[in-house]
T-cell receptor
């Protein structure tokens, strides 16, 4: 079954509101990656976190890797219509030989 | 630098027909993947190849076969297409220690 879950599945926000998606793994991840897929497009890599407790920022996006390296979050401050899409987390499960993707969170933004 | 190239971009098949989706990457990556994505849904792993010469089943392998022809190429074959296989198919590759994955543009497949 799916070992990397994301919540919420879907969120609809007013432009300017903040947005957060959470990623939870059943096992430890050696790294966590975040991807964005625009409607009709393909997933595109955003960022990778490696260290326990690591926080990285990209403009309005803040990414965090949990202390136990089993969870992560992506926070968007003051959403814009250009943020619309589906956000996926992904990572190699401990001792795994492949990337496992999360279930994804679809973000819609009302202008 | 082309990255990951998938062909074709669009395909319509009749039930029972066969076809092969081609994927090639020019980044010297060991790991390659095939995913399917149904409308409004996440990515479901069909097959993956951790290195040249090896392939393994993912979540939804039934009805598909794969070939890792060499380090660059990883193809997906539908032997007898079914309407349930209507989906968007993505090929991807990732680098050492399973870091950043690169995706192809996708193949939009319709089976009628």
């Amino acid at each position: 079954g799916q070992q990397v879950m994301q919540i919420p599945q879907y969120q609809h926000v007013q432009e300017g509101e903040d947005f957060t998606t959470y990623c939870n793994s059943s096992t430890t991840l050696s790294n966590i990656q975040w991807y964005k897929q625009r409607p009709g497009g393909h997933p595109v890599f955003l960022i990778q976190l490696v260290k326990s407790g690591e926080v990285k920022k990209q403009k309005r996006l803040t990414f965090q890797f949990g202390e136990a390296k089993k969870n992560s979050s992506l926070h968007i401050t003051a959403t814009q219509t250009t943020d619309v899409g589906t956000y996926f987390c992904a990572g190699p499960l401990r001792s795994g030989d492949k990337l496992t993707f999360g279930t994804g969170t679809r973000l819609a933004v009302r202008p | 630098n082309a990255g990951v190239t998938q062909t074709p971009k669009f395909q319509v098949l009749k039930t029972g027909q066969s076809m092969t989706l081609q994927c090639a990457q020019d980044m010297n990556h060991n790991s390659m993947y095939w995913y399917r994505q149904d409308p409004g849904m996440g990515l479901r792993l069909i097959y993956y190849s951790a290195s040249e010469g090896t392939t393994d089943k993912g979540e939804v392998p039934n009805g598909y076969n794969v070939s890792r022809l060499n380090k660059r190429e990883f193809s997906l074959r539908l032997e007898s297409a079914a309407p349930s296989q209507t989906s968007v198919y993505f090929c991807a590759s990732s680098g050492p220690r399973l870091t950043e994955a690169f995706f192809g543009q996708g193949t939009r497949l319709t089976v009628v």
